[in-house]
């Protein structure tokens, strides 16, 4: 063979090793930003509910004596809420 064809075989061998390295760092750098954001995102979701939990909590703890009125909150007594609305009457 010739030194000519030889040299640009390895000529295109290696670029085409380096053009890979750089669009290998290139997709990365995108997948890591990408996956940055999107853990940014996932922690002020997280902070947004804890939030509202603890306001929902604050606003039942004040409200109406103590009797809670949700009733999908666990410690929900209908006896009590009962006996609250007769008293106010």
Sequence with gaps: MSTTLNVARYSALLSGVFYGIYH???LQKAHDQDKEHH???QRER?????KDAWRHKQESAKGSDGVITN????RFDLE???AKWEKDL
């Design 24 to 26: 290998r760092r290139s």
């Design 39 to 41: 853990a940014i995102h």
């Design 46 to 50: 997280l902070i947004a509910q804890a």
């Design 71 to 74: 009733p999908e909150d666990p």
């Design 80 to 82: 009590k809420l009962i």
